[in-house]
Nanobody
Framework: QVQLVESGGGSVQAGGSLKLSCVVS????????MGWFRQAPGKEREGVAA????????RYSDSVKGRFTISRDNAKKTLSLQMNSLEPRDSATYYC?????????????????????????WGQGTQVNVSS
């Protein structure tokens, strides 16, 4: 069973930065496609970024492209999300997600569009608040 634990959330002013981390256990980490998602109150969960098993391919939502960077350390079994130039609209609970080898996570690559339905394992979330 894949287990994920996020950390690094907090409160920051607009224009600031935060780095989220996710520690993964219970599965062979370097075979997992990984992603970050977020959900604001009253809104649907939305994809932020995804990364291939080796970390050589990434995908971002248009709303964070150029500001956020997803990365992974397979030796440490961790996933990170560096968030720069934060805006109030980035305020949400951020979730780390994992997908085991499947049709959407195949050949080491993630073939989806950063959709929540593509990932079957989720962390408990970490809160990010950005004030103006």
């Amino acid at each position: 069973q894949v287990q994920l634990v996020e950390s690094g959330g907090g409160s920051v002013q607009a224009g600031g930065s935060l780095k989220l981390s996710c520690v993964v256990s219970g599965y062979t980490y370097n075979t997992l496609c990984m992603g970050w998602f977020r959900q604001a109150p009253g809104k649907e969960r939305e994809g932020v970024a995804a990364i291939s098993t080796r970390g050589d391919k990434t995908r971002y939502s248009d709303s964070v492209k150029g500001r956020f960077t997803i990365s992974r350390d397979n030796a440490k079994k961790t996933l990170s999300l560096q968030m720069n130039s934060l805006e109030p609209r980035d305020s949400a609970t951020y979730y780390c997600a994992a997908e085991t080898p499947s049709s959407i996570c195949s050949g080491g690559y993630y073939w989806g569009a950063v959709g929540p339905a593509d990932f079957h394992y989720w962390g408990q979330g970490t809160q990010v608040n950005v004030s103006s």
